[in-house]
């Protein structure tokens, strides 16, 4: 059955002439989605796709999930919208539950509607809360599309601003695979975390906040050495820097924990949250302990912060999260797709690393001369598109699979998508590739 009245072709030249030549897609022949149920998507003419990449994590609760539909829907037949400058049940019960589903002193939130916003606004209350002006963030990041966000994203793909704002230092990124001092762990006594001091010692009394993801995910899945993220807590307490976790991606039971900086033991001043939250609606904001947020009494509003069906939306996340355990859930079948992504290395040279915890997995493919394998990627997701499986591609280089999956992936589909990896790895006529394929983006 058709569902679609444009065909692919006819809305890759509306793209071409009315959208900005920055927006690229995947694919060289790209589908058109037009439903979603679970972990599915459905293209033009009805053909099923395993989401593995839920819109770049956000639909971990699964494409247009009942429960979650049910109550934004009647929210929206009721009041669709209020800005924060008025008093609405949902935003509130909102920020009370975020508090709750959050550890710690993370209690008070402020509500905006994009990530790249959320940090933004991070930033701002952590240079209200210090006084200060600089910030740093970690050679792999990506933050945001704001001035600011533009700025602390460190990889080179996505920067575009060729005069980015000069308060933002960064150091070297947690990537013991490609240890840029070529240097062991744990003999290493993590040396990259000893670049955050240095930054700090060269600008004394500059520096308001250090801003990370817990784990890496567009710089390719990277997980940090066990000890990093304590060892740059200990460093920015010494010299009265905050610190911002990044919870974009690795936020709401994504890695197999409630939040991605819960792996390590320590507490952040301010979190930010976006994508998951929503499941799909677009809501975001940055929570912050009350010691820090109680700095932040000029006026602030957000026109669309709170807006009532977003927060319901969100709402609906949390209990059902809460529910069905997604945390535990996202642990279990992680473990289990991890375990086949290791002996799918084993069998393909190609694989240099597999990375990632819970449902956020990475693996990186690297030639045989260590060159980045991004056209044999490009050719992987092609080959699983056709397989009816879809997969994303992250780090510097766009060499790493990314796998992201809704967390209510059943064990049949986690099957599907290994035994899919599995055939199009088999597949992969890696002489071919560059002539047959090409570069995709
Ligand atoms: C880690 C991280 N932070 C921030 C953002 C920006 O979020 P948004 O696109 O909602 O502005 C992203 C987007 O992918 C992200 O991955």
Redesign the pocket.
Known sequence: MTEQTLTPEKLLALKAQYLMPCVYHFYRKPMVIVRGEGCHVYDQDGKAYLDAYSG??VNNCGHCNPAIVERTTAQLHKLQHMTTIYLTEPMLKLAAALAAFLPGKLNRSFFC???????EGALLLAKLATGKNDFIALSR??????YL?AGLTGIAFWRSDPQPPQNIHFAASPVCSQCPYQLQYPACHIRCADEIEAIAEQQPQRIAAFIA?PI???GGIVVPPDGYFEKVQAILKKHGILMIM?????GFCRTGKRFGFQHYAIEPDIV?V??ALGNGL?I?AFIATDAVAECYTRPGASTFGGNPVCAEAALGVLAFMQEHELDEKACVTGTLIRARLLRLQRQHPLIREVRGRGLMLGAELVRADGSPAVEELDALLEHLKDLGVLVGKTGPERNVLTLMPPLVLSGAEAKYLCTSLEQAFAELAITEVPTVIGRVC
Do not use: I, M, Y
């Not at 509607?113 to 940090?119: H, Q, R, V, Y």
């Not at 990044?246 to 690795?250: F, I, K, R, S, W």
């Open positions: 770049v994590g509607t994009s990530g790249s916003e959320a940090n990041s990506l933050h945001g599309r704001t966000t993801e890496n995910g567009n990044d919870e974009a991606q690795t930010t976006c994508k677009p975001s």
